[in-house]
């Protein structure tokens, strides 16, 4: 039996080992192109400079990436609000459930006070707990909270377990303080990245997507910003396209011939910096899941598809210490463009997943083939 400092040690090279992976997935990634750099931009309204949800000002991403032997596939993403201390500076919040079938720990407490106070965790079914573990020992290190007995921990998964050996339960809460202490600004890695590693999309591989769009000035000149781990079936459809029917791989299809079935779950963050208050953000978390079903996702019995929607506004970043609260929120009739940003954003964050993405071999040898981009370059073109 290794002793206690030789397995602590071995622990600390497989964490290496994961974020240098991170770096190598995110260096891979210059060969592929989103679906916007293919020349199909999507929507009316214009994207952001990074076209990533790190485009809302202060918003930063952070994945470790574990690929091990022949059957970890999986990891962490965190996606912080702002960086400032967050549970001292909580963020108005609020969670729609598109279907449960999920592990979506934190849930109550935002639906009850409408904020979050920890940064957004990533990760697989079976490693919230390690999720809610990091999260927590993240801000209770924080300046600050050195007395907190309270934290509630926002840690949302899908389940990897076809290509990631799921029950080895491989994340530590370590990993998980990485990924937020990683955690940067700019361009956002997709796919098969963090939480995404091992995930599958319509019988593709997937992973994390991201984008965003840029209201103009006359409409509040705001930013809203989407991420997703995507590992959810349906049929595909890409700009209104019917991909899965033509491909013949979609849901159903061992009805009509025989071969798999696709099902999964999707994690969606929604963030921007127009000023909301937690109702109205969940007005916004409901349209993401519009922005889902554009792209053919059905919410099946066996999905946990949901939305966690934030506002960074700061005037409206709700101090720990505040007796009173004095805030500006948009009133309802000037939501609409919101709405429609956010429903653009998450379908192409979706697409992104796919678009960006690796074909994967995994745990017992599983493969998962990358989606066929030429051919559905191809079908776009000749719509």
């Known amino acids: 039996m290794p ?74 993403t965190a996606i912080v609000p702002h960086q400032g201390n967050i549970f001292r500076n909580k963020v108005p919040a609020a969670i729609y459930v598109g279907n449960g079938f999920g592990k979506l720990a934190g849930v109550t407490q935002v639906q009850e006070l409408g904020n979050i106070e920890t940064p957004i965790i990533l990760t697989n079914t079976l490693s919230v707990a390690a ?27 899908t389940n990897d377990g076809r290509l990631n050996n799921i029950r080895q339960m491989f994340v530590t809460p370590q990993m998980v303080i990485d990924a937020i202490n990683n955690a940067h600004g700019g361009p956002v890695e997709q796919s098969s990245v963090g939480a995404g590693t091992g995930t599958i999309c319509f019988g593709f591989k997937g992973g994390i997507g991201t984008s965003s769009r840029v209201l103009p000035t006359s409409l509040g000149g705001y930013t809203i910003g989407v991420i997703a781990q995507t590992n959810y079936g349906g049929i595909l459809e890409i700009d209104g396209v019917q991909v899965g029917q033509r ?34 953000l969940e007005r916004v ?44 929120v948009l009133a309802n009739s000037q939501m609409s463009p919101i709405f429609a940003a956010t429903i653009e954003a998450t379908a192409e964050a979706l697409w992104n997943s796919l678009f960006m993405a690796d074909g994967m071999t995994g745990y017992n040898g599983n493969h998962v083939e990358a989606l066929p981009v030429e051919k559905v370059l191809e079908m776009l073109r000749n719509r």
């Not at 791989?249 to 910096?273: A, P």
Request: proline share 3%.
């Open 3 to 76: 002793r206690k400092n030789e397995k602590h040690s071995a622990i600390q090279v497989v964490i290496f080992l994961c974020l240098l992976l991170s770096c190598v997935s995110a260096n891979a990634q210059k060969g592929h192109k989103t679906l916007r750099e293919w020349g199909f931009p999507t929507g009316i309204f214009e994207a952001g400079r990074f076209n990533a949800i790190t485009d809302v000002p202060g918003v930063t991403v952070g994945h470790v990436t574990c690929i091990v032997g022949d059957s970890v596939r999986t990891g962490v």
């Open 131 to 157: 999720g809610m573990e990091g999260a927590i020992r993240y801000t209770l290190m924080q300046p600050g909270c050195e007395n907190e007995k309270s934290v509630n921990a926002i840690v949302g998964e």
């Open 247 to 280: 491909l013949e791989k979609h849901d159903f299809i061992n009805h009509v011939r025989k071969t798999e079935n696709v099902d999964g779950s999707c994690m969606m963050v929604v963030i921007t910096d127009a000023p909301l208050d937690s109702r109205n």
């Open 285 to 328: 978390a409901k349209r993401a899941m519009m922005g889902m079903a554009k792209t053919g996702g059905i919410a099946s019995n066996g999905s946990g598809d949901y939305v966690i929607a934030l506002s960074v506004a700061p005037e409206n970043l709700i101090s720990d210490n505040a007796k009173k609260l004095t805030t500006t």
